[in-house]
Every structure is written in structure tokens, then in C-alpha cells.
């Protein structure tokens, strides 16, 4: 039986680890066709139960929600579970997402949510007895003024959205962050949307997901294409706000930046006085580490001779045998650790494993 010293078993399992991260980091490609089904998602089933929901179904506002906490468990470890342009920007901006994913995002995300709402059209289409198909994605569309179910004008809707799509995206960055319980995090922001949906019913019929509002305009009348364009603004805007907000109070950044200055400010004379030190100590722990050696083996030649080589050994399992399926998966990891394995690797959070 081959002695293994703590600090090889340490270098072993932290190479055997870094090579399952690398070989499981997914793709540009994979990670957009998550992002596009899980819009597909979010977008067929919220948009098809706030068109036929009858008065017996589940509230539109909940469907959207639960969606959203579907989407982000079943996609989230690829790609980390955005499904909205505003978090994906928020993400971007607080630097927990790579700049160089938002527009590949982005694209799929509105090609699954069309390809949802188009879904939903052939759907309709089929049915001999529905005749204004345009009016039931016009009843589900994102308007203001006129097209307000309580007639809130523009500026009133602006602000409405920019408010509650800032707060969406702090949910999320909050409930991604490494020091919360990020299991939970799918629940936290699909239940803050649902909620954030059912105040802005009758304002602007719900929208802070962009690309739920493009879904709904392109088989709407005119009007709905013609104010699209403040559905993707006001959420933008506030995206941008959340994601200065997180990135300001990120004490990460600050905390690595001191430890840099201090590093570079030591002078030449105390690395060599910390090298002498180094040197004794080295002298005295290879000393007393011979002894305990020596006292180590017998221990443990006696312990073998008692006990069967096959008797299963007890201890804390390494990190290769611990289960994958963490809660970190759903999140994207900060921008200065994702550069160490891949850029924006799910997994830790994505919530970047």
C-alpha cells in the first residue's frame, strides 16, 4: 500500500476537478439554445394562458412565474437562466456575464419567443371558429395611452417599467450572488415577476421582458409594433441602473485591488527577510516532520495489521465524489473567475460547476 501525503491527494483531486470543469463548460452554441428554450418556455406558456386562460385557469401573472422558475432549473446550469434581455444586460453590466455573450443571447431569446408566439399562432389558425386571430394577441400585447386597460399614459408607463425591470434584475444578481442561498434562487425571481406582472396589468398589461412584448406585437394590430419600442427601452434602462448599483457595492473587486497594492508595495528587503524565515522554518518542520513520520508509520503498520486492506475507510468524501448538482449551476460566475476555466462558465455560478 503506496503512502499518499495530504498535500498530493489535495494537488490530485484539484486537477482531476479542474478537468471536469473544462471538459463540462458548455459552448456559445449550447449555451444560446438554452437561452432560446427556455424563452420558448416562459413565452408559450405565459402568452398561451394570458390568450385562452378561461375563468376556472391559473392567473397569466402565475403562469409566467412558474415558467420562469421551470426555465431557470431546466436551462439555468448551461447558460444561467436569463430569458430577458434586461438581465442579461443587468448581468453584463454588474460583471457577472461576458459582454461577448450578451448579443448571442440576446438573438436567441427573441427566436424563442417568436418561434413560441408563432407556435401559438399556427395553433389558433387551425381553429375554423376563431376569426380575429390579431385580436387575441392584441388583448395580450404591451401598450400605454389608448392601449392601457386603465389608460396610464406614457410617461407613467415608462417609469412603471423602468422601476419594476430594475427590481427584477436586482433580484436576480441579489439572489445569484456567492454569499446567498442560490438554490433558491429560481423561486425568487420567478415569484418577484409574477408579482411585479400583476402590478403592471393595468398599466401596461405586464411586461418587463422585452422579448415577451416583441412576441405579442409581430401577430398584433399596427399599434402594438408601433409602441414596442418602450418595452424594450424602460427595461433596458433599468437593467443598466441595477447592474451600476450591484457593481458599485461589490466589495469582491476593492478587496482583490488592496490585497494587489499592498503586494506590489513590499519592499525588496522584506521578501528576502521572509525568505531566510522560510529557510529555518523549512529546517525545523522537515525535522519534526521526520519524527512524526517515523511515529506515523508504526501507527499505522499496527493499524493495518489489525484491519483488512478491503475495510471501507471513513472521512469526508473529496470533492470528485460529492454531488454536481448544486444550486450555483443557475448563475453566471463574476467575470474575474470565469477567465481562469471558460468565459461565463455555469457553475461555481449558472446557477457560473
Known sequence: MTPTTTAGATADTASTTTYDDAVRAPGLAARSIAEGAGSFLVILAGLG?????????????????????????????????????????????????????????????????VAASGLIWLVLSANAQLTNIQ??????????????????PLTSA???????????????????????????APFAVGLTYAGLLSFLLPVTNG???????????IFAETWALEQLWLFWAAPIVGALIAGLIFRSVDT???????????????????GATAQDTAQDNGQQTAQETGQQTGQGTARETAHQTAVPQDAPQDGPATAAEQPSGDAAAFFDKPASQGREASSDAPGTSGPVR
Do not use: C
Open 49 to 113: 394562458a394570458t390568450m385562452l386562460a378561461t375563468e376556472t385557469a391559473l392567473q397569466p401573472t402565475l403562469v409566467f412565474g412558474f415558467a420562469v422558475i421551470a426555465a431557470m432549473i431546466a436551462f439555468g446550469y448551461v447558460s444561467g437562466g436569463h430569458f430577458n434581455p434586461a438581465i442579461t444586460v443587468g448581468s453584463a453590466v454588474a460583471g457577472r456575464t461576458d459582454w461577448k455573450l450578451v448579443a448571442p443571447y440576446v438573438v436567441a431569446q427573441v427566436l424563442g419567443a
Open 135 to 152: 385580436g387575441f394577441f392584441s388583448s395580450a400585447s404591451n401598450g400605454f395611452g389608448e392601449h392601457s386597460a386603465a389608460q396610464f
Open 207 to 217: 411586461g418587463i421582458n422585452p422579448v415577451r412584448a416583441a412576441a405579442s406585437a
Open 252 to 270: 469582491r473587486r476593492p478587496v482583490r485591488a488592496s490585497a494587489q497594492v499592498l503586494e506590489a508595495e513590499t519592499p525588496a528587503s522584506a
Open 158 to 184: 415608462f417609469l412603471l417599467e423602468v422601476v419594476a425591470s430594475a427590481l427584477l434584475v436586482a433580484v436576480f444578481l441579489g439572489a445569484g450572488s456567492p454569499r446567498a442561498r442560490r438554490d433558491l
